[in-house]
């Protein structure tokens, strides 16, 4: 049976979202609950694969990759596994994902240069047909998704 959070648990995941580097004696504070207690659904959070992880946001244009790009491809079926491994190897491809329409498949990267995204489109387009498109900007950055924590809401 798979591990279902209960309200407490909703809880301590929206604290985490807001704050991952918070102290664990900072959420059982505000739970009224003990720091092992925390620490235990934490854990058991972490083993049910409902907490993914913890992470900092860095800017990628601090790190020198100013250019934001989505670019969809249309993936034989029969080259995925060579793709997606090829794909998995470029560090600034954040993001890969299998979807419905036209494409098969939507990259997000960030880029040095439209030189470079350049490159990158070239070396996916054996695998087929591309479609690019840069970001100018991101009104709704990403966000983490709202958590309930009422008895009866999911």
Avoid: W
């Avoid at 604290?15 to 058991?44: D, F, G, H, T």
């Amino acid at each position: 049976m798979a591990f279902v959070p209960d309200k407490t648990d909703r809880k301590i995941l929206r604290i985490l979202q807001e704050n991952a580097r918070i102290s664990l004696k900072e959420i059982a504070s505000k739970l009224y609950m003990s720091s092992p207690a925390v620490s235990a659904r934490i854990a058991k959070l972490e083993d049910g694969g409902v907490l993914l992880g913890y992470h900092a946001s860095v800017s990628p244009a601090y790190l020198g990759y100013p250019i934001k790009a989505f670019v969809n491809v249309e993936v034989n079926p029969k080259q995925k596994a060579e793709f997606y491994e090829t794909v998995s190897a470029i560090p600034n491809v954040v993001e890969c994902n299998f979807v419905t329409g036209d494409y098969s498949v939507l990259i997000e990267g960030f880029f040095r240069s439209t030189e470079d995204l350049e490159h990158f489109v070239y070396s996916v387009q054996h695998f087929g047909r591309t479609k690019t498109l840069i970001s100018m900007s991101t009104p709704v950055p990403q966000r983490p998704l709202p958590i309930r924590t009422g008895d009866t809401e999911g």
